[in-house]
């Protein structure tokens, strides 16, 4: 998919400043309590998704994550097919509080790669 200029320098600035963890990692993680966060919308997440992983969609995060997740110390890794999505959406988390925010990297698809 093209992006905007705007839109991607927006989301490459995001990426810049949360932590990553690798696909390779997420089940693990999850298995240690941390909650993998499907930010793509509702038909996306009925299609396919990481087993387990809780969706909130992108544009109704900020609104109800408190709701959903209250602890801010939640480990929470956010994702969407690739990159932008996911990473906008951990940016955000962070910005609210929630230190251990972070993105899948290459989400879903990457996670998909590695599961074969």
Partial sequence: MNYTEKFQAMCDAARARIDAVLPEQVDELVANGAIALDI???EEHAK???PGSMNISRGKL???VEGKIPDLHTE???YCNANNRGSLSAASLR???YVNAKVIA???GAYRQLKG
Wanted: hydrophobic fraction near 40%; aromatic fraction near 0%.
């Fill in 106 to 108: 290459g989400g879903l």
């Fill in 76 to 78: 929470i890794l956010c």
């Fill in 48 to 50: 396919d998704h990481i």
């Fill in 95 to 97: 910005d609210m509080g």
């Fill in 40 to 42: 793509r919308d509702s």
């Fill in 62 to 64: 900020e609104m109800i």
